[in-house]
Every structure is written in structure tokens, then in C-alpha cells.
């Protein structure tokens, strides 16, 4: 397994796209009563955790949150008209967060936002090569399973507050 990026060199970036966001979206809407965060569960948990504790060392606004499994429709009366933030742990081939945000968009929210730990490039499907997410924290080109910070691999190395990469061929 080859180490990728630090627990320190995560937090950083955490710090940078949280702040990069809070930034955006006070430039879109000077006048955010509340955020409405949905969280790709469940490899995403450790990033939101952390995104979101960001969010309230800012004071930025007030949060509500909805947990989704890969695929579950997020409820319509907590998107339409909202600010939304989409939080998904990595983006492979695009093709969840790109069903997501189709979802989304039909929802009429106010503004969608994306965060993600890690952007793939390169791996995406055809159908999702224009699928990107608002904020990364690292793009990645590696070939591998990246595991770590709540990503998994077979239901290991999930607790890892690291990310690194399993170069070994996965069944």
C-alpha cells in the first residue's frame, strides 16, 4: 500500500475548499439563513464530520443535514429552495454524483455545491466526463483503490485518518 496524502496535508485541504466555499456562496447570496448539507454515505462520513465542524468554526450559517445511500432519493422539500452542498467521498467514473445532481437540479434548490476528498482524472465514464465536483481537496491520477479517511476496501482501513492507495489488483 503507497501513502498518498497525510492527515495533515487532508486537514489543509479541508480547510481550504470549506473556505473557498463559504466564499462562494456569500458571494452568490449575501443572505444565507441556512445550508442543507446531503451526505453520500458511507464513505463520506469522516470528510462531513470534518467539513462540517469547518463550517461551524466559521460561524458561516445554520446547517441542516440528510444522510443518502449510494442511489436513495434525497427528499424534495429539503432541496427546493435551499442551498445545497453535496458531500461524496471520491469521484471515479462520475456516475453518482452525476445522478445525484440530476436529481437535484429537478428539485428546484436555490444553488448545488459539491465537495469531494478525492477527484479522479481520467477514470471517468463517457456518459459522465463533464461531471465534476464545485470543490476538491486532491485530484488524483493514480491507478488503485484509495482507502483511508473512510474510504474502504472490503471493509478495511477505513479508520485510517490517512489516505493511501492499494496498487495491488482488486477482485
Known amino acids: 500500500m503507497k501513502h498518498l496524502k497525510t492527515e495533515s496535508q487532508i486537514s489543509g485541504e479541508i480547510e481550504r475548499v470549506v473556505d473557498s466555499f463559504i466564499d462562494d456562496i456569500y458571494e452568490y447570496d449575501d443572505d444565507i439563513p441556512s445550508l442543507h448539507i446531503i451526505v453520500v454515505m458511507d464513505s463520506a462520513f469522516m470528510f462531513a464530520s470534518d467539513v462540517v465542524r469547518r463550517l461551524w468554526d466559521n460561524r458561516a450559517m445554520d446547517i441542516e443535514m440528510h444522510f443518502l445511500m449510494k442511489n436513495e432519493e434525497p427528499p424534495e422539500e429539503f432541496v427546493k429552495n435551499n442551498h445545497v452542498l453535496v458531500i ?22 436555490k444553488s448545488i455545491s459539491t465537495m469531494v476528498v478525492v477527484n ?13 465536483p464545485s470543490y476538491s481537496c486532491f485530484e488524483l491520477s493514480e491507478l488503485g483503490w484509495v482507502v483511508g479517511y473512510g474510504m474502504d476496501l472490503k471493509g478495511k482501513h477505513r479508520e485510517q485518518p490517512f489516505l493511501c492507495i492499494e496498487e495491488e489488483e482488486v477482485e
Open 120 to 132: 479522479r482524472i481520467g477514470k471517468r465514464d463517457e456518459k459522465w466526463e463533464h461531471t465534476n
Open 88 to 109: 461524496e467521498d471520491i469521484v471515479d467514473s462520475g456516475e453518482t454524483l452525476g445522478i445525484l445532481s440530476e436529481k437535484l437540479k429537478s428539485m428546484c434548490p
